[in-house]
Every structure is written in structure tokens, then in C-alpha cells.
């Protein structure tokens, strides 16, 4: 019983009424940083919102939106002091002195364009994944982050949390032996007339859920693949350009000199039908390492605060099961979610300190060509590039 209360107590924090930040000495040394959000997204609560309330050194300042009055009602609901809405919303948003920093979680087709204009405008950017519909994009973003002197991060929240880090330590200690295949898996069922399923705005499986799958299984391989062998698409039946599920078997090449290359399989798929069809499944999240002396799994390692499993199964061992809500002796709560952790990455980050984790440029570039590896070898190909044109001065 106690467990279930402790479960439902670190739910209620996370995700309804995060604690307010605490008075800690040398947080108020420094006006707090004032967040701009790009669109009034769905998933803009969870993954700011809610973290920023319990975080001592943000503020919610300002949001916009095509729609002014759903700017203002967005606004109003989540307390952020001032709005911008209309054709030139997100314009007049970036213009505004007083912001530090931009989350940009639009359509991923604009996120190329309202991410160099924001960087142009001198604001750090917390980017939604996938970074962009190509690599090429990825790269002149992060140069122009790097020529300003501004922080850009790839939104990979997952990353940030103890638990994902638990599964990549085991991994590493060689406690199981070296790494042989490591496989990753996320479906879920979505709505027909989803975003996601605009292929203009760089929409499809693989770019969505499918970013996570390949994310993941190169953080605990601890390299990029050395090829894509096969990539299956179920094409969407309204627009066959559009991936509604993909299947890739990949593989990398082992750290161990002369040692058979490591296979991966990741899935990721927009429907996930009922059982005997009418009883609703839950999504399938999870990602499995077969090692030469055992293996290990997670479930649910993209928001692992709701409720996560680490399952280790030595060989010849007594299998265990691990959960991590926090690190030892580091900064956190075990009520703090995937993206709590990113945010406090994110703002040590922008106030010079170092944070404990971090999606280095180079990751964010290799997962979005890997993506199009993927994409090209399914028949796809890649998502359509942006026809934003900065300025030459930018």
C-alpha cells in the first residue's frame, strides 16, 4: 500500500501540481530566465510548463500562436505574462528584448526555419525532436548556435533521466559482457488527422516515435550504426509518402576488434489495435540489450516517472529488476520527470555550469541521418527540405 501512495504522490507532483522551487541561496543572484514558446502544442505542458513551475531560475514569460485568442487562453491557463498571436505571432515573440530562451515545439517541417530565426534573434533554443527534416539542416543550426555563442539542445527529455543512464551504466560496467544486439520498440495508436501524419511538415513514424527507437539503441550501443541492412514502411493508405509504421534492422560495429558487428531492430508504429479488438492496449515502450553473458531491459524509458522497469538477467544469475528515479548524491526528485531533468540540463547549460547530461551536436546530426538512411532504404526517402532561406547576415 505504502508503495502505491509513494507512486501516486510522485505522479501527482510530476505531472498535476509540481512543488514550487525553493528559496536556495545564489538562484536569485540572477534575474530569472524568461522562456518564449513557439506554438501553443499539445505537448507543451508536460514537457515545460509543469517543469519550469518547480524550477527556481525560469520563467514563463511570454507564448504565441497563429490563433491570437488561442495564444491568450493558453496564457491565461498556464500563467505566462504576455502573448502574441496573428501572421507575425512568432516574429513579434522572438522580437521581445525581455526573452532569454525559445522552445520551439512546431510541426518538425518548421522547425529549421523558427529555430534559425530565434538564434538570429540571439535567444537559446530548446529544440523538439527530430531537430529537422534533414541533416544538412541540423548542421547550419548548430553552426549558427556555435558562431553566436547561444545553447541549442535537441529535446531527447529521455536522455536527462536516471533511469536510461541506470540501463547504459550496467551496460558498460561489462557485468553482462559485451553488447551483441540491442533492439527498441515504441507503438502507440494516434489520431488520423494528427500533425505528424502531414508530410509537408515532416511528418511519418520514423520521425516521430521512430527518432526515440534509433536514439536509443545508439546511447547503448555507444556508437552510430555502420549500416542500415533492411527498412520496411506500412505505407499510410491516404498518402503513401507518409511511414504509418517502420521496421529497420541495423547493425554497428563492436567494440571488441574483431568481434561479430552488434544487430539492432527498431519499430516504431502508429496503431497499436486492441486486443480481440475491442479491449485498448497500452503503448508499447521498451528496449532490450542481449549481451554475451546476459541481457538487460527497459520498459517504458521515454517517461520512465510514470512507471519504468529495469529487468537484468544474468546468465546462470538470479534475475533482478532495478528501478532509478534519481541519481546518487546528484541533483534531482524522484518526482522529477524526463523533461524536469532536461530543463535543468538546459538552464546549467545556459548559465555556464555543466550539466550532468547532455545531446551534443554531433549526436543530434548523426540520429537525424540515420533517419534518412532509414527512409531512403525503406523507398521513402528523405522529408521534404525546408524553403526557409536565412539571411545572409544571420
Request: with cysteine; glycine share 8%; proline share 8%.
Amino acid at each position: 500500500m505504502s508503495s502505491i501512495f509513494g507512486s501516486l504522490k510522485r505522479l501527482y507532483a510530476a505531472l498535476i501540481s509540481p512543488p514550487r522551487p525553493p528559496n536556495v541561496e545564489g538562484y536569485n543572484a540572477l534575474p530569472p530566465l524568461k522562456i518564449g514558446i513557439l506554438g501553443a502544442a499539445a505537448i507543451v505542458p508536460n514537457a515545460l510548463v509543469l517543469p519550469a513551475k518547480s524550477h527556481p531560475e525560469v520563467e514563463l514569460y511570454a507564448v504565441a500562436a497563429r490563433d491570437i485568442s488561442r495564444a491568450e487562453n493558453f496564457s491565461k491557463k498556464h500563467g505566462f505574462k504576455k502573448w502574441y498571436g496573428g501572421e507575425n505571432g512568432y516574429q513579434e515573440l522572438l522580437d521581445d528584448p525581455a526573452i532569454d530562451i525559445v522552445y520551439n515545439p512546431l510541426p518538425n517541417g518548421l522547425h529549421y526555419e523558427w529555430t534559425m530565426k530565434a538564434l538570429a534573434a540571439g535567444k537559446h533554443v530548446l529544440l523538439e525532436k527530430p531537430s529537422s527534416n534533414i541533416a544538412e539542416e541540423t548542421r547550419r543550426m548548430f553552426s549558427l548556435a556555435d558562431q553566436k555563442g547561444l545553447v541549442l539542445l535537441e529535446a531527447f527529455h529521455y536522455r536527462f533521466h536516471p533511469a536510461i543512464q541506470r540501463v547504459r551504466a550496467i551496460i558498460d560496467s561489462g557485468e553482462l559482457g559485451a553488447i551483441k544486439e540491442v533492439d527498441a520498440t515504441i507503438m502507440f495508436s494516434k489520431e488520423d488527422n494528427d500533425v505528424r501524419m502531414h508530410y509537408d511538415l515532416g511528418g511519418g513514424a520514423m520521425m516521430d516515435c521512430g527518432c526515440y527507437t534509433l536514439s536509443c539503441v545508439r546511447y547503448l550501443a555507444s556508437s552510430n550504426p555502420s549500416a542500415v541492412i533492411s527498412a520496411t514502411a506500412i505505407r499510410d493508405t491516404r498518402d503513401p509518402r507518409i511511414d504509418t509504421g517502420t521496421t529497420a534492422d541495423l547493425t554497428f560495429a563492436s567494440l571488441r576488434p574483431g568481434a561479430e558487428p552488434v544487430r539492432s531492430t527498431i519499430k516504431c508504429d502508429f496503431a497499436n489495435p486492441p486486443r480481440w479488438g475491442f479491449i485498448p492496449r497500452l503503448p508499447e515502450v521498451s528496449v532490450r540489450a542481449v549481451c554475451e553473458r546476459g541481457s538487460i531491459e527497459m520498459f517504458n524509458f521515454v517517461l520512465p516517472v510514470i512507471y519504468h522497469s529495469i529487468t537484468v538477467r544474468p546468465g546462470g544469475d538470479v534475475p533482478r529488476t532495478e528501478k532509478a528515479y534519481t541519481f546518487d548524491g546528484g541533483k534531482g526528485e524522484d518526482w522529477w520527470s524526463t523533461y524536469r531533468y532536461q530543463l535543468e540540463a538546459f538552464v546549467d547549460k545556459v548559465r555556464g555550469r555543466t550539466p550532468q547530461t547532455w545531446v551534443s551536436p554531433e549526436d543530434s546530426v548523426a540520429n537525424i541521418e540515420w533517419i534518412e538512411k532509414i527512409y531512403e532504404e525503406s523507398g521513402l526517402g528523405s522529408r521534404p527540405q525546408s524553403t526557409y532561406v536565412p539571411p545572409t547576415d544571420t
